[in-house]
Structure formats: C-alpha cells, structure tokens
C-alpha cells in the first residue's frame, strides 16, 4: 500500500531545519555570553567589595586602616576580609587600635528558612588595643557620638541585623596611663560566642539570647563568662555567671600600687561572681579568695587586704 504525501510537506520541513538551527545557535552564543559576564562579575565583585570597603573605613574621623584582600562566597551569601588594620591617628602618628586574621560576615541561613533576614559575623585572631591616656593623641576611649559612627560603620560593612557573633582565638590589650604607674593588662586565647541576638530564633523563654566567653588573664589566669540575656530589652535584663580562676597576684602589682597602695609578692587571686538583672534592679554577689597571699611589710598586709577588697567591690559595682 503507497501512503499518499501530502503536498507542501517536505518543503515546510526543510524551511524549519534552519530555522531551528538558527534558533539554537542563538541560544548557544546568548548562554554562553551570560555564563561569561557571570564569571567576570564573579571576577570583579571582590574588587568591588574591597573598594567599597576602604571607603567606609577611610570615612571613619580621626581613623586609617587598610585590608590585604576581600574573598566572596556567592552560595553562602558572605564575603571574607583578609587581614584588617585599623589605627588611630593623632598628633602626626598612627597608633594600632584594631588587627585581625580574617572578618567573615555571612547570611545565616537557620534563620533564613525560618523567614528572617538575619547575619553572622566570625573575627579569627583579633588583636585590640585599648589605651587610656591623658594626651588626646594617644586615648582610645570611646565618646557617645565616636560609639555611634561605629554603628553606622558596621552598618555600612554588613548592613542586615546581627543574631550570631563569635571571636576565635583573640586577644586584648589594656593600659591606663593616666595615673603615674603606667598599668597594663593582657588578655589571650578568647573565643567567645553570642547567639540569638535578635530573637530570630522566635524563643518565648525571658532570656532568649546567650553569650559564652573565655579567656587567659595575665599569664596564668582564667576567664569564663556565661550570659543569658534578653538584649531586646529596653532595661538591662540578664543572668551572669562569671569567674577568674589562679590569677597570679603579681601580675597586678602595677594595677595595686596605682590604686591601692599595695606591694604583692606572691600568690594567687579567685573570683566568683553571679548577677542577675530585671526591672531596672541587679542583684548578685561577688566571692574574692585569695591564696598563699604575700604582701610585702607585715604592717601594710591588713591595710593592703581591705584596700582589695574595696577595689573588688568597687569594680563590681
């Protein structure tokens, strides 16, 4: 049996083959220039990121700084800075106020699923140095309206809410120069962590935020801090427990002859304190121990004792 063609059949399909070929070439040449200026604006954006990065901090009054590199992760919606300096400058001089491995400012996506926008921020290795001073060059203290230009400037850098900050491996350096035995005290290896800042957790407990630190004090000692808190709070409204553990009482004889008029020539100090605050009102106490305390002159040991504890009490309050 012959099957019958109809007319005009072959002749439409061949007018279609180049047609479709036409077609695809096009959306051959049309992928591949978007895949193209994808991977130049993926190549460019760090650069992009860098510069605008160093104009925020070139905006900052009174400070410089400078970063290595900026390194971009697309898939986890963050991007990496690498190598931070940050100085205060004054009296022609540039004094290190800030320095850290690497910044990582990322979207957190627990909170994402949970449909809000909210970010993280990581700091490896920080170094911060912070200097009381009588000579406006040199004090880093901040002013309310320098403490809000920091605000601003986070703000600037990152701006989404932040509900996760963690530091790893950071250290801090504290001197007061103000009085006429310069005093400084160092703190290493801390590693702290705040969760659930901004509640995006949607928590209905009283205290839905928590932060957890760690740290070596003057050599030997250590430092633990445990907070529950709610930091949406108009009035301060937490729950602390903290304590400094074997810290060596001569690392703070520089810290005791400027305020205590104490001479200490050995042994170890421990502190215990738990605090809790709601409705505008804190209660709480503070447990000094000493250990093997050696004070210099037998006359001074009772006046250098009751000076401490004044200053412990003093410090806590």
Avoid: C
């Avoid at 992928?31 to 605008?52: D, E, G, M, N, S």
């Amino acid at each position: 049996m012959r099957i019958k063609r109809w007319p005009g059949v072959g002749t439409l399909e061949r007018e279609r083959r180049p047609l479709r070929a036409k077609v695809a070439r096009r959306l051959g040449v049309g992928t591949l220039f978007v895949i193209l200026l994808l991977v130049a604006a993926r190549l460019a954006f760090p650069y992009a990121i860098l510069r605008y990065v160093n104009n925020v901090i070139d905006g900052l009054p009174g400070y410089s700084g400078s970063i290595e590199k900026i390194r971009v992760s697309l898939w986890r919606g963050a991007y990496t800075i690498i190598g931070p300096r940050l100085f205060k400058e004054g009296g022609g001089q540039e004094i290190s106020l800030f320095a850290a491995e690497q910044i990582d400012l990322s979207l957190e996506w627990g909170t994402l699923l949970r449909g809000a926008l909210r970010g993280e921020i990581a700091v490896d290795r920080p170094s911060i140095n912070i200097v009381a001073s009588k000579s406006p060059r040199r004090k880093q203290s901040a002013t309310e309206a320098e403490a809000k230009t920091w605000q601003e400037t986070v703000e600037e850098l990152f701006p989404v809410r932040i509900d996760r900050f963690e530091i790893r491996d950071g250290s801090v350096s504290l001197r007061d120069e103000t009085r006429d035995t310069p005093i400084a005290v160092r703190v290493k290896n801390l590693d702290m962590l705040a969760r659930n800042l901004t509640n995006a957790e949607g928590r209905e407990e009283a205290l839905p935020a928590s932060l957890r630190a760690s740290a070596r004090v003057l050599g030997q000692g250590l430092a633990y801090l445990n907070v529950r808190m709610d930091p949406l709070n108009r009035t301060p409204t937490f729950d602390l427990d903290a304590s400094l553990r074997q810290v060596p009482m001569t690392g703070l004889n520089d810290f005791l002859r400027a305020y205590g008029r104490a001479d200490v020539q050995g042994g170890t100090f421990n502190l215990f304190v738990e605090a809790a605050a709601a409705g505008g009102r804190v209660r709480g106490y503070a447990k000094p121990i000493f250990h093997q305390l050696k004070i210099a002159g037998e006359r001074e040991r009772e006046g250098g004792l009751r000076r401490f504890r004044e200053l412990i009490i003093e410090g806590v309050k």
